[in-house]
């Protein structure tokens, strides 16, 4: 069957999902930005534009209000000149005034009703006007408005036309005509020329020219006339009319500043580079959050990781600050003294003490918190651990191992301390059931050498008791016989002092065996080599008298001590030395049968035992099984003797060895046989360190502290 393809992985989906939503987030949120800065500078720039507009329309509204008075002025002042009918040479003379006080008027005429001209006088500052075109041809418009002010009976003002002057100028002026009344009738008219281009320059303040092009207009947009100093930039225009008696002027005011520039002024420019930064901000903001996000993701996990590690422990961590206050005690310990996290926080004592040993445990605490520094012990506690009991919730005591070691923080300072605390209680009862079962096996071994030994007991107890047996016949016939003179009773003594003495005999060899038998406490002690050699000595005689085996002692001078439990190591040396007369039985001559006891300080700290016999050695097969336990090759053996005694040796810091070596005389006197070797059991026992070093001792070589194998 084929394999399906592989599906699109399920968990990918939401992933997907939660990435476009991100992007499109994002994106929405740039767009908002961008459009909310594009509405913001089109605002600034409306909002620009209209306050610029606005100046204008103000501006052009007052230019207006200004004209329209200025005009009405000359007009009143025109009309001051007529008053009280001056001649006509008063009138010349008045109308010169005026027209050097009002630029904008640059001709005043006196006509008659058919508007012929009587007087006219001319500017000072324009010169004379219809130099080009005579006046006559240029009336026109200037009769349509005097009939006007005829039917109206009030000034009134005539079209706009074009006065050519002199150089290729000229001059767009208007008239005004106002009708001359005598006694109620009409007599004449007299018309003022303005030049629109002064009545702008005389009406309009100097400030308002400076940056505006102020002109009159014809309804197609024909410039008229134009003032200002600058140039209109044609964007920011207000037309407005301008009613005056007669006709009606279009004015144009164009302001000469540009369209607004997109970033029109400091507090718009600080706006947008403060929502820029805004934004800016926003994004950095963003990216922090995400990193943060990151490394608090990055930090539960490795809490996670860091608490199911401590959880999974079986070894119990215990914390405790600089007072002793414990701070942190994981699962393990938790499990281990039945009390929970909350009972063991914080609390002095803590539970676990027993409260017979809490005045103790205080006094050993504060010794260890009083110390600044990590002392020689703090460090060995660290390296090895100690040993202390602890309680469980239900009273049960249990030992434990601490190893405990300064917590140092982040910084290196010393915040306290941290501990592995390893439930050891198992292990410690092993240990002291397989001490008992080491001591029951001793004993049972020591019960076995005496069984083996009855019959050499019950041999040796027959003489003395035989004896003992005899005497007391021999008195008690002696008795019997009814004599009672000296000799007799000398006799009697003489045998009641033999078995006394037969009697102490057996005493001895009884002696012997109970002394060795008896249980003895369990103590290192030092003692002398001698005293340990002489202990075994009566048992080891009788066993070798059986034999006919000589048993020599060779004690080095002065006589060594060692440090030794006496019981275990006496049942060693009477194990070599049985082991010795025994391999001597069957094979060596009765001349060579020598069991040979030496003590030797082969070392500063270490003395060598040796059990030297001339038996037939130990063959290679068997040595390789000698300290094997139940390996024996006699009948009557158990095989539990070295096995034993290596232990025992070993328990003391010392060794068991041996070495065979081919005896000179034996094998000169009966080859044939095989027999005849010297064979040499020795162990090593630690010297007594008070015993001063004997001269001949080597020096003791550099970090020897464990036990030398014997040469
Ligand atoms: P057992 O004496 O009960 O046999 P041991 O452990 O004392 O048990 O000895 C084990 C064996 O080692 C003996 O059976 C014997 O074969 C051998 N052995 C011990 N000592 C000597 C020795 N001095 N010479 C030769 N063989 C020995």
Redesign the pocket.
């Known amino acids: 069957m084929s394999a399906l393809p592989a599906a699109p992985a399920a968990p990918d989906l939401p992933h997907h999902r939660s990435r476009r939503r991100r992007a499109l987030l994002w994106g929405a949120l740039v767009s908002l930005l961008l459009v909310a800065q594009s509405l913001l500078v089109w605002l600034t720039v409306d909002y620009e534009s209209n306050r610029a507009q606005e100046q204008v329309e103000t501006v052009s509204a007052s230019v207006a209000a200004d004209i329209r008075q200025a005009m009405s002025r000359d007009l009143q002042n025109l009309q001051a000149l007529l008053w009280n009918d001056p001649p006509l040479d008063q009138w010349r003379i008045d109308a010169a005034e005026m027209l050097r006080t009002h630029r904008e008027i640059v001709r005043i005429e006196q006509r008659n009703l058919d508007q012929r001209i009587l007087a006219a006088v001319e500017s000072p500052f324009q010169g004379a006007m219809f130099t080009r075109i005579r006046r006559e041809d240029m009336d026109i418009d200037t009769e349509v408005a005097c009939t006007a002010a005829r039917r109206q009976a009030s000034p009134a003002l005539s079209r706009s036309y074009f006065v050519p002057l002199p150089g290729g100028l000229g001059l767009e002026v208007i008239d005004a005509c106002l009708p001359i009344h005598r006694a109620g009738h009409l007599v004449g008219f007299m018309a003022a020329t303005f030049a629109l281009q002064n009545v702008l320059t005389e009406a309009v303040a100097a400030d308002v020219l400076r940056g505006h092009e102020l002109s009159f207009v014809e309804g197609d947009g024909t410039r008229l006339a134009r003032v200002g100093l600058t140039r209109g930039a044609g964007i920011y225009v207000s037309e407005r009319l301008i009613d005056l008696p007669g006709i009606t002027l279009q004015m144009r005011l164009d302001s000469a500043a540009g369209s607004p520039r997109l970033i029109p002024n400091l507090a718009v420019a600080l706006v947008l580079g403060l929502s820029l930064a805004l934004g800016a901000v926003v994004l950095l903001l963003v990216h922090d959050v995400r990193k943060r996000a990151q490394a608090e993701r990055a930090l539960a996990e490795s809490l996670a990781f860091r608490k199911a590690m401590e959880d999974s422990l079986v070894t119990g961590l215990r914390a405790r600050d600089l007072q002793g206050h414990i701070t942190y005690v994981n699962p393990a310990f938790c499990q281990m003294v039945g009390f929970s996290a909350d009972e063991v926080i914080g609390k002095v004592p803590p539970p676990y003490w027993p409260p017979e040993l809490a005045d103790e445990y205080g006094r050993r605490q504060a010794i260890r918190l009083g110390a600044v520094r990590p002392t020689e012990e703090v460090r060995q506690t660290a390296r090895e651990g100690f040993e202390t009991t602890f309680m469980r919730k239900n009273g049960e005591r249990f030992a434990v191992l601490i190893f405990e070691a300064p917590l140092v923080d982040g910084t290196g300072e010393h915040t306290g301390w941290m501990s592995a605390v390893l439930d050891v209680s198992d292990q410690r009862r092993i240990e002291e059931i397989s001490r008992q079962q080491q001591e029951r096996l001793q004993a049972t071994a020591r019960l076995a050498t005496v069984g083996e030994m009855a019959s050499l007991l019950s041999h040796e107890l027959n003489q003395p008791l035989a004896a003992i047996a005899s005497y007391a016949a021999g008195s008690l016939n002696l008795m019997q016989s009814g004599a009672h003179d000296r000799e007799t009773v000398a006799l009697l003594q003489q045998a009641a002092e033999r078995i006394a003495e037969q009697a102490e005999r057996a005493g001895r060899v009884i002696k012997s065996v109970h002394n060795f038998v008896r249980r003895r406490d369990q103590t290192h002690e030092a003692v002398r080599c001698d005293a340990l050699i002489e202990a075994v000595l009566p048992l080891v005689r009788l066993q070798a008298r059986k034999s006919g085996t000589r048993v020599e002692l060779d004690m080095q001078a002065p006589v060594p001590r060692v440090v030794c439990d006496r019981t275990m190591v006496e049942q060693v040396l009477l194990?070599l030395t049985r082991?010795?007369i025994?391999?001597m039985e069957s094979h060596t001559p009765p001349a060579q049968r020598e069991l040979l006891i030496r003590v030797r300080q082969t070392h500063a700290r270490w003395v060598t035992i040796s059990v030297i016999?001339h038996?037939?050695?130990?063959p290679p097969e068997?040595a390789q099984q000698?300290f094997t336990p139940f390996?024996?090759?006699?009948s009557e053996?158990?095989?539990?003797?070295?096995?034993l005694c290596r232990t025992v040796i070993e328990q003391h810091g010392g060794a068991l060895d041996f070495v065979t070596l081919p005896s000179e005389d034996a094998a000169g006197s009966d080859a044939s046989k095989g027999t005849g070797a010297t064979?040499e059991?020795r162990f090593t026992l630690p010297a007594d360190s008070a015993e001063r070093r004997p001269p001949h001792a080597p020096a003791e070589p550099h970090g020897a502290d464990v036990a030398p194998s014997t040469p």
């Open positions: 194990n082991n010795g025994q391999a016999d038996g037939p050695g130990v068997v000698l390996f024996t090759t006699r053996g158990m095989g539990l003797g070295l096995s064979t059991f």
